[in-house]
């Protein structure tokens, strides 16, 4: 019995000193919190999706209006380049009708909702001060200038949409106005490419400034142009009628897109 014992007793050790060496599997690398974030991702925001749907629709209908300006501009010839004479005196009407629609807009009972001219220059406003808010802001202020950068990406491509689709093919059979509006898609389209440039830049990188007042540089030239040259042109090339319909369909498209 001893002896049995004590043969069970040096089979058992021989039998765990042989468990003992055998390889241990390896545990499985622990994932890092990035990676672990990244797998679980968080849903996303309800409100962030329809501010998406909201871009994508007005983008939508910008590019469809480039891409009818230029079929229109591939099929039909420029118009007969205006004598001076002829410009100037459309210029004076419509610098006339400014200064007249001007001075309508500080009274209260005779401002119209749907003057285009005056829905423009209203985005016009909101776009400088977001450029200047936007220009004060620093390399530490990622937050602010998220914000800045999100509102004028939202604001300018609904202004161009509006401005694409509507005003710019109403204007651009008129010889005055023919060429203004060429170089307004163009300006656009560099807009454009600089807010996606700025996108793709960290907002604390310092060459985000510099681009930044760059894409400001662009707008407010943009702006001046058609304040002081497309506007004055436009009231002295269309009646009062044509611009009043102009408006209702550029405020009706602009609530459209904004839904």
């Given at each position: 019995?001893?002896?049995?014992?004590?043969?069970?007793?040096?089979?058992?050790?021989?039998?765990a000193k042989k468990a003992s060496k055998r390889p241990m599997k390896k545990a499985a690398p622990k994932r890092s919190a990035?990676?672990?974030?990244?797998?679980?991702?968080?849903?996303?925001?309800?409100?962030?999706?329809?501010?998406?749907?909201?871009e994508t629709k007005a983008a939508k209908t910008k590019n469809a209006a480039r891409a009818a300006a230029s079929r229109r501009e591939a099929?039909?010839?420029?118009?007969?380049?205006?004598?001076?004479?002829?410009?100037?005196?459309?210029?004076?009407?419509g610098v006339g009708a400014v200064a007249v629609a001007a001075v309508a807009n500080r009274l209260p009972w005779t401002k119209n909702e749907d003057d285009p001219i005056a829905l423009l220059e209203?985005?016009?406003?909101?776009?400088?001060?977001?450029?200047?808010?936007?220009?004060?802001?620093?390399?530490?202020?990622?937050?602010?200038?998220?914000?800045?950068l999100s509102k004028l990406t939202k604001g300018l491509t609904l202004h161009e949409a509006i401005e694409e689709k509507i005003l710019y093919p109403a204007l651009e059979p008129h010889?005055?106005?023919?060429?203004?509006?060429l170089e307004s898609f163009q300006e656009h389209h560099v807009a454009d490419i600089l807010i996606k440039e700025l996108h793709q830049?960290?907002?604390d990188d310092e060459k985000w400034g510099a681009k930044f007042k760059v894409l400001q540089e662009n707008i407010e030239h943009h702006i001046s142009e058609e304040e002081?040259?497309?506007?004055?042109?436009a009231r002295g090339v269309l009646a009062r009628e044509e611009l009043l319909a102009l408006g209702a369909r550029m405020r009706a498209l602009k609530a459209d897109l904004e839904k």
């Amino acid at each position: 019995m001893a002896k049995k014992a004590k043969r069970k007793s040096t089979t058992g050790k021989a039998k765990a000193k042989k468990a003992s060496k055998r390889p241990m599997k390896k545990a499985a690398p622990k994932r890092s919190a990035k990676k672990a974030a990244k797998a679980k991702k968080a849903p996303k925001s309800p409100a962030r999706e329809r501010t998406r749907a909201k871009e994508t629709k007005a983008a939508k209908t910008k590019n469809a209006a480039r891409a009818a300006a230029s079929r229109r501009e591939a099929k039909a010839p420029a118009p007969k380049t205006p004598t001076a004479l002829e410009t100037a005196g459309k210029i004076a009407r419509g610098v006339g009708a400014v200064a007249v629609a001007a001075v309508a807009n500080r009274l209260p009972w005779t401002k119209n909702e749907d003057d285009p001219i005056a829905l423009l220059e209203a985005d016009h406003r909101e776009f400088e001060r977001l450029f200047d808010e936007g220009s004060k802001t620093t390399e530490r202020a990622v937050k602010g200038r998220t914000e800045v950068l999100s509102k004028l990406t939202k604001g300018l491509t609904l202004h161009e949409a509006i401005e694409e689709k509507i005003l710019y093919p109403a204007l651009e059979p008129h010889a005055e106005a023919h060429d203004l509006v060429l170089e307004s898609f163009q300006e656009h389209h560099v807009a454009d490419i600089l807010i996606k440039e700025l996108h793709q830049l960290k907002k604390d990188d310092e060459k985000w400034g510099a681009k930044f007042k760059v894409l400001q540089e662009n707008i407010e030239h943009h702006i001046s142009e058609e304040e002081r040259k497309m506007f004055p042109v436009a009231r002295g090339v269309l009646a009062r009628e044509e611009l009043l319909a102009l408006g209702a369909r550029m405020r009706a498209l602009k609530a459209d897109l904004e839904k």
